[in-house]
């Protein structure tokens, strides 16, 4: 079976320690390739020596809600250069999105709609970050369309919501929060879109699997993430079900 962890941060200090044993033990289990986010101008620039570096990462660029202090709307601009100077390095823009947990909404749609159209105007898809905000970015869809789809990260909501974004021309991430009881409406959402619109992901070092609380999640885990999700659609056939999950995010990456 072979597998590619399609959202983790391994360029994240948790990993300064044994980031090649990561990749290398990863490797080994199937994990050919990871995509590795953007999450601000700095470290989207950062991220062209790191996959240099690992040459089985892909890398995207973009500005994460997360980090909202750090971008200036001057970022958008630089980050436009960036994707422009290095056009076949990057295969998508994002993180980007939208998360009610943290202030400054506005400033967050602003950021959002702008990485939006970068993605359509580089023909780029999407690295989708959510958190209570399914309305907020369907909004933002309205107002800015996004051309070339992309990937809702850690996915987590209803069908109806799931099929909304597939409309939309995205593909739903599945990871680590499938395996908790409580993911329940999430896990019936999974079972009902069809396995081709899914891709695998860990986003290590967070999103711990059930059983592993408190601990890094690491890219070694795609395959506990890949059973359980198999296990939850109730498949045996591990060989077509991984290959087809593994020629979705090719599809995602247009590779
Ligand atoms: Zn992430």
Known sequence: MRFIDSHCHLDF??????RA????????LGVTHLVVPGISLAQS???LTFTKQYPSTYISAGLHPYFLEQHQEQHIDELGDLIAANHDSFVAVGECGLDRSIGELEKQRSLFEAQIALANEFELPLIVHHRQSHDLIAASFKRCPPKFGGVIHAFSGSSQVGETYIKAGFKL???GT?????AQKTQQALQHV???HLLLETDAPSMPLCGYQGQRNTTERIPNVFLALAALL???DYEALSE???LNCLAFLRK
């Open 13 to 18: 200090s948790e990993f300064d320690e044994d």
């Open 21 to 28: 044993r990561c990749i290398a033990n990863a490797r080994s």
């Open 45 to 47: 620039n950062n991220l």
């Open 173 to 175: 991430g599945v990871g």
């Open 178 to 182: 499938i395996t908790y009881a409580r």
């Open 194 to 196: 069809g396995i081709e």
């Open 234 to 236: 109730q498949r045996q």
């Open 244 to 246: 087809q999950l593994y």
